[in-house]
């Protein structure tokens, strides 16, 4: 369903309310939801697109339905998060499912205190969010099989009882321990540009092309180039100064785009970055129509969305023409115009562009001028004398250490098998000596023949989950790391390109260990749960692979591991319901 809307499946996170005190219940959750808790986050610029619940009905379920496609920027999910437990702590009768493409991710962050009988293959639709409580539907129902979305909430409407603890709660919600003040001040970054007075206008008045546009100059093809050349729509005559609004995200991943590298200028190689994106949202904008709740019937695609609710059961075997077919049809316009609401937004870009008045340079003045400073983008050193800053210091130590705990855990975990460790397992003082004999003999703590973890691939986890690096500063050190020379492998023998691929991987794996000595985290004379992690590095570098697939360790660390998920309905909007709407859910209660 989401591949048909235009939403990668890869990065989605979907959310459920229900509730068994009717649809008017219904209603006064999402007023207040809209009311109270949106603007806890005040204004928390999400990276691709916002929060949003609708009413719909799931597998014959009256519900608060929402979908948002949060693209690379995992802080999205976390507000999400975030929002929904604010929502469950105020309304103590409501039940609160989220998940995303890795299937029920609060689990994956609770992994080392959850029940030892809660296994991947029976633990979806299990997970409820309830008074701000993680609650699990217990064993002794469905032992064999994960329930459905309709068998879990009929469990829940008869009051069955439900797995707490509060150390899977705490463990569930950590991230967002110091939210919301952490969002709000990490989702934004505010620059000077010099662009187009119309892009200038535009902008302005449209936010929401910012994200549009980006997506597109960052995957832009050799043809995009040819239009982002040009400058047909936008050009360059008649530029002023004002100040766009990036999330940290996208700024770090314009910072690494290739563009006019000639400009000195800050204020236009980024502005012209910017300009350069709004003449491709155009040109691809071009081809897309805006729908509203009256032209909507006649789209193929939405033609095609009726029939896949269909056959989810959402018309409940009511044929078309009846009466309660057409309600249930008109029902679902709302939400299928939010879920292809930013194509929505690209078919109106278009008469946008001809149709905006141009501000003057007074009105310009007059404008937000704040700019943000980008000194969160120094990963390690806090001067430019190259001195550790010793806050960062402490702080990485500890997060460091909070890392090698679990790695000694998977090394001494002696469940380990060829099809990885039990990560949903409780903590267990018990271990194995056998990987400190290892230690003691020198032997790689991996074998040879065992499946090979790629090294960006192990960076990437180090520097987000060992550092909690966000994915801004991960792309800041990858650009850094990554300004270097590497050989041309079209120029490299083919007998040698494995020699070189190994060197390569040495160096990396090399700068990570000096980053690491330098900011005083690693050492020479480690102690010996330091060691552990020293001992993996030199494993991987040296050509071990790693103990059961690499997705064993990635999730015995704490790492999401993907799981298919096979999401069959699509997101909808804040827009209140009619009260035809709420009679029609309230007979389904």
Known sequence: MEE??????ESVVKYEVVTFSGGRRLREVLEYCHKEVVPLIGDYQWHREAFNLNFFILQEIACLYGITDIGSCLEDEWVIVFLLRKLSEKFSDIWVQVTDTDGEFLLIEAANVLPKWLV????????????????????????????????AVEYLRLGGDMYRDERVTKEAFNRMKDYPEQAKANSTHRIK????????????????????????????SPEDEKIVRRRAVFPQNDTVECTVRFTRLQYAHMLGQPFDEDIEDDRESMGNKVSAAMELLYAHSLSYNYLTDENVYDEPA?????????QDGYFMGEVPGTEKYNDMRDLAVQPY??????????????????????????????????????????????????????????????????MLSKVQHFMNDGSAGLDGVNYYEEDDSSSSSSSDEDDDTGEPLFGPDDPKIDEDDFLEFFLKEALKLSPEEIESYRADHNSKPKPQMNTVPEEKEEEVNNEEEDDGFDEMEAELKKAGILSDDAPPDQQVLQNLLESIKSGGGVTGP???????????????????????NDNESSSDEEDIYASYN
Request: proline content about 7%; some cysteine; charged content about 30%.
């Open 302 to 310: 939405f033609k095609d969305f009726l029939q896949n609710l269909a």
């Open 4 to 9: 048909e809307l235009g939403v990668s499946d």
């Open 550 to 572: 690499a997705a064993t360790l990635l999730g015995q660390l704490g790492i999401p591991i993907p799981r298919p998920d096979d999401f069959k309905n699509t997101r909808h």
């Open 193 to 220: 540009v010099i662009v187009p007075r119309k892009v200038a206008a535009l902008l302005k008045q449209y936010p929401v092309y910012m994200s549009l546009a980006l997506e597109l100059f960052n995957s832009r």
């Open 337 to 402: 115009l939010e879920s292809t609401r930013m194509q929505n937004e690209k078919g109106l870009f278009v008469k946008r562009t001809g149709e905006i008045e141009l501000p003057t340079d007074e009105e310009i003045a007059r404008w937000d001028q704040t700019t943000d400073s980008d000194k969160w983008l120094d990963l390690y050193l806090n001067d430019p004398e190259g001195k550790p800053d010793a806050n960062n210091e402490e702080e990485m130590s500890t997060r460091v250490q909070e």
């Open 120 to 151: 991947p293959e029976i633990s979806d639709n299990r997970i409820w969010i309830n008074n701000g409580e993680v609650c699990i539907i217990p064993d002794h129902e469905f032992a064999e099989i994960a329930p459905t979305f309709r068998e």
